[in-house]
């Protein structure tokens, strides 16, 4: 499916990304505290999908009328166990869903007038070559088994599912390659704020150096 594009954005656009439990929305959370926008795929993901959405009905159709709720909205638990134990079927959810995200993330960042805007996608890494307008990218990072213990206590997910969870993502190693900057958020969340307040700074002169 073909999605009409936006112009590139006039701020500059700073990707914010990490695998599953990583703690990105504790750092966009700190960010946004700041004034910055905030553009989260996920959000604009749940977006799409309520009830009368295209990509609501696209998803039925392709993976049965028993992925909605009897209320017609989308059972999100049953989707979720479906495309984590069949990597055809998340391949064929990302196509549906995935265009439609990075056409509103671009749209949104291209009528962003604050120096600089802040692009919440989890699964960058697994797309890169397919934001190639976005101008910097933040990895919020955490080693694996920090993850796993996340997901078991927070979600309530079995050790084989949180396994299962992990495995349908980029690897750390992926994303960090793709880092222009790092949060390692696996310590303190004390000292959060103070690099937050740092990376601010960063982008807001770098923002100014891109229009000068």
């Known amino acids: 499916m073909k999605i009409p594009e936006s112009p590139p954005p006039v701020s500059l656009a700073v990707v914010v990304t990490g695998g599953i439990a990583s703690g990105k929305t504790t750092v966009t959370n700190a960010f946004a505290a700041l004034g910055v926008p905030i553009f989260d795929a996920d959000a604009i ?3 799409l999908v309520a009830p009368g959405q295209p990509a609501l009905a ?3 159709a392709t993976f049965g009328a028993d992925m909605l709720a009897p209320d017609g909205e989308l059972d999100r638990r049953r989707l979720r166990e479906r495309i984590f134990a069949d990597e055809a079927a998340r ?6 869903l995935h265009p439609r995200v990075r056409s509103e993330l671009r749209a949104r ?3 962003c007038s604050a120096p600089y805007c802040l692009l919440a996608i989890p699964l960058y890494a697994e797309s890169a070559q397919t934001y190639d307008w976005v101008d910097r990218v933040l990895v ?3 080693p694996r088994a920090v993850q796993l213990a996340r997901l078991m206590q927070r979600d309530g997910m079995t050790a084989e599912f949180a ?3 992990l495995a349908a993502q980029a690897t750390r190693v992926q994303r960090l390659a793709l880092a222009d900057d790092v949060i390692d958020n696996s310590g303190n969340l004390d000292d959060l704020p103070h690099i937050v307040a740092r990376l601010h700074r960063l ?3 770098l923002a100014v150096r891109e229009k000068t």
Do not use: F, N
């Open 58 to 60: 696209e998803i039925a």
């Open 91 to 96: 391949r064929r959810l990302e196509a549906i």
């Open 163 to 165: 396994q299962r969870a």
């Open 140 to 142: 919020v990072d955490v």
């Open 203 to 205: 982008y807001t002169a």
């Open 45 to 47: 993901s749940r977006e």
């Open 109 to 111: 960042a291209a009528a």
